[in-house]
């Protein structure tokens, strides 16, 4: 399967602790994106990388939250310190330059 | 700031008739797209729309773009079971700052038989 990859599919976790999200886009895809959906809403744009370059990061990245890709391939999230109002499915998706963005199939964080 | 918005948020039909999912968005946006989602699973790409007056259909479902009124349709006909799950329109705008999707609320659909 060439499409793009999330790991794990599903984390639990107690408040306080630091969790790492990893995501494997389409291969030759340069440009990677994580958003958040929390349930009942749509996604929500949190960060995008150009290669290995952090181009963009949005309001809802507080700083607990950190992405990085560090050889323009695979992407790590990671949260410190989680939070219940974590708790979603975080969503990252790749594309070739500015074309059409292919979604992975999400992590669902659950925070107790 | 872009803002997308859809109406309804929800939505429940019979089997056999005919509807129509609408979004708005509140600014000039480059491409619109329509994506699938089934409970606890991820997006699925139905539609690209780049200019005003496409229109595109697959199977039951057609979706049409009019930029000037900044508003995008998503109709569906003679609806199936198979068609009950949340869709959500997206737009996004070229340009540096603003290579990221903006997703409207979505609507969820059941199909009744």
């Known amino acids: 399967d060439t499409g793009v990859s999330q790991d794990p599919r599903h984390k639990i976790t107690k408040r306080g602790q630091n969790v790492t999200f990893r995501c494997d886009p389409i291969?030759?895809?340069?440009?990677l994106y994580w958003y958040r959906q929390t349930l009942g809403q749509g996604p929500e744009f949190l960060t995008y990388f150009q290669n290995e370059a952090q181009l963009e990061k949005s309001r809802l990245l507080s700083d607990r939250f950190s992405a990085e890709r560090p050889k323009g391939s695979f992407s790590t999230l990671e949260i410190q310190r989680t939070e219940q109002g974590d708790s979603a499915m975080y969503l990252c998706a790749s594309s070739l330059k500015r074309n059409e963005q292919f979604f992975g199939p999400g992590t669902r964080l659950t925070v107790l | 700031e872009l803002k997308v918005e859809q109406n309804p948020l929800f939505l429940s039909m019979q089997e056999g008739k005919n509807y129509t999912i609408y979004c708005n968005y509140s600014?000039?946006?480059?491409?619109l797209y329509w994506y699938r989602q089934d409970p606890g699973k991820s997006l699925e790409s139905l539609f690209v729309l780049l200019s005003n007056g496409a229109v595109k259909q697959e199977g039951r479902l057609m979706a049409s773009l009019d930029t000037k009124a900044r508003l995008s349709t998503l109709h569906i006909t003679a609806a199936v079971h198979d068609l009950s799950a949340t869709y959500f329109c997206?737009?996004?705008?070229?340009?540096?700052?603003?290579?990221?999707?903006?997703f409207g609320t979505g609507t969820r659909l059941t199909i009744i038989p």
């Open positions: 997206a737009v996004d705008k070229l340009g540096f700052g603003n290579e990221k999707l903006t």
């Open positions: 291969s030759e895809h340069n440009r």
């Open positions: 600014t000039t946006s480059d491409r």
